[in-house]
């Protein structure tokens, strides 16, 4: 089954810089790959999506980027505000459907 | 339909006591997911249905685990015999075939065994 690694576990960045969220996933039939922000005690909800056959998609100040080759995912996130401050997924489907990464916890520092 | 809904939002239960879970997904959406989610840790699949049909059961799911869905719309998991190791929050997503991978989450289940 896929298996997907997401780094770093804990992203403290000033508010206004940028942040950076990388994953890598093992099943190279993996073809949709979202990205899901959980604000604390809510429900994952999707931010941003990308199909295999894209190479990277923006989003107002979100992107992401895919490598199929190297099997890497990363999202962006540009000017960094309070409201942004959760823990970030990212997930990758195969034929078994999603699975997710163990999340970032992003904080942005005041 | 104002999205996912669960219940109940939290049980507390006594190791050994069975429990069970409801998820009503957005009404046009006929697919459905079960997840559970511990401290730190992203959501794990459990299982997954297409209509009244499941299709997928992970390996997490052991033989006190049930979900069904019976007539394709909500559906419930029950906990036989919990144990501690069993709380956790529980969730329910759904989607449309046209968009599989775009999953909605309900507010989840927090289950405390104890």
């Known amino acids: 089954g896929e298996n997907v690694e997401q780094h770093p576990s804990t992203l403290s960045v000033q508010e206004g810089d940028s942040a950076v969220i990388k994953c890598t996933y093992s099943d190279s039939a993996s073809n949709y790959f979202p990205w899901y922000k959980q604000e604390l005690g809510k429900r994952p909800q999707l931010i941003i999506d990308?199909?295999?056959?894209?190479g990277e998609k923006k989003d107002q100040r979100i992107a992401v980027t895919l490598n199929k080759t190297a099997k890497h995912f990363s999202l962006h996130i540009t000017e960094t505000q309070p409201e942004d401050s959760a823990v970030y997924f990212c997930a990758a489907r195969d034929a078994d459907g999603l699975t997710f990464g163990k999340g970032t916890h992003l904080i942005i520092q005041p | 339909d104002t999205g996912v809904s669960q219940d109940p939002r939290h049980k507390i239960t006594k190791r050994g006591q069975n429990v069970t879970f409801r998820c009503d997904p957005i009404?046009?959406?006929?697919?459905l997911y079960w997840y559970r989610q511990t401290l730190g840790q992203g959501p794990e699949f459990l299982t997954y249905?297409?209509?009244?049909?499941?299709?997928?059961k992970s390996r997490l799911l052991s033989d006190r685990f049930s979900a069904e869905r019976p007539k394709g719309s909500f559906s419930t998991l029950e906990i036989q015999r919990t144990e501690q190791g069993d709380s956790a929050m529980y969730l329910c997503a759904s989607s449309s075939d046209r968009r599989a991978g775009e999953l909605f989450f309900g507010e989840g289940s927090r289950l405390t065994v104890l």
């Open positions: 990308i199909r295999s056959n894209v």
């Open positions: 249905f297409q209509n009244e049909a499941q299709l997928e």
């Open positions: 009404s046009e959406h006929n697919r």
